[in-house]
């Protein structure tokens, strides 16, 4: 299975702030089609969670442009540009290149 | 609107069975896959497994081939799941969502509780 590792975040993050999350594979997710099966979630408290990117930096329908995702192959970055109270939850990593489908383990953010 | 409703919160008996559904509005659940992943209390996400609805095929995470059975029934546009011989360690709130490479869309979640 692939494993995904995420880092933390050195909470509480200052409002206005920008805050970058980070996520490693243990495989690349590169598939030959060109496009990187790696997509980001955001699960805010008490809610399901909701998706943000996919293909790595495609951010989903509706989803602020304060959100930007990046990365190579492996290693992966979810950046948010000047942080809300909106924002507040667990950020997730998941890869979609091959089954099972796997999580990382999830990064916390909370606001200054 | 994509909409996935699913069913209310269980209580099961260690040892039984309980079976949810998600009954999805505004797409076709022949046209995606329908995946279903849980959260122990506190705890992450972690995939289950998904079916296609417009065939019935099943990928499984290993750890839930003997525990879940998922169904489909493109008529009702909804999906099941069924939980086998429930351990405490079932307790947990199962997610059902609809995404061919991504889970673009999630219903609110069942609580299933697992108690004597």
């Known amino acids: 299975d692939i494993v995904m590792t995420q880092g933390a975040l050195p909470n509480p993050v200052p409002s206005g702030e920008s805050a970058s999350i980070t996520c490693q594979s243990s495989k690349s997710l590169l598939h030959s089609n060109g496009k990187t099966y790696l997509n980001w979630y955001l699960q805010r408290p008490g809610q399901s969670p909701q998706l943000l990117i996919y293909w790595m930096s495609t951010r989903a329908s509706g989803v602020s442009d304060r959100f930007s995702g990046s990365g190579s192959g492996t290693d992966f970055t979810l950046k948010i540009s000047s942080v809300e109270a909106e924002d507040v939850g667990v950020y997730y990593c998941q890869q979609f290149l091959e089954y099972p489908l796997t999580f990382g383990s999830g990064t916390k953010l909370e606001i200054k | 609107e994509v909409q996935l409703q699913q069913s209310g919160a269980e209580l099961g008996k260690p040892g039984t069975s309980v079976k949810l559904s998600c009954k999805v509005s505004?797409?076709?659940?022949?046209?995606?896959?329908m995946h279903w992943v849980n959260q122990r209390p506190g705890k992450g996400l972690e995939w289950i497994g998904r079916?296609?609805?417009?065939?019935?095929?099943?990928i499984y995470a290993e750890k839930f081939k003997s525990k879940a059975t998922l169904t489909a029934d493109t008529s009702s546009n909804t999906a099941y799941m069924q939980l086998s011989q429930l351990k405490s360690d079932d307790t947990a709130i199962y997610f059902c969502?609809?995404?061919?490479?991504?889970?673009?869309?999630w219903g609110q979640g069942t609580l299933v509780t697992v108690s004597s």
């Open positions: 079916i296609d609805p417009a065939n019935g095929n099943t």
């Open positions: 505004g797409y076709n659940i022949r046209n995606t896959y």
């Open positions: 969502a609809i995404g061919s490479w991504d889970l673009a869309y």
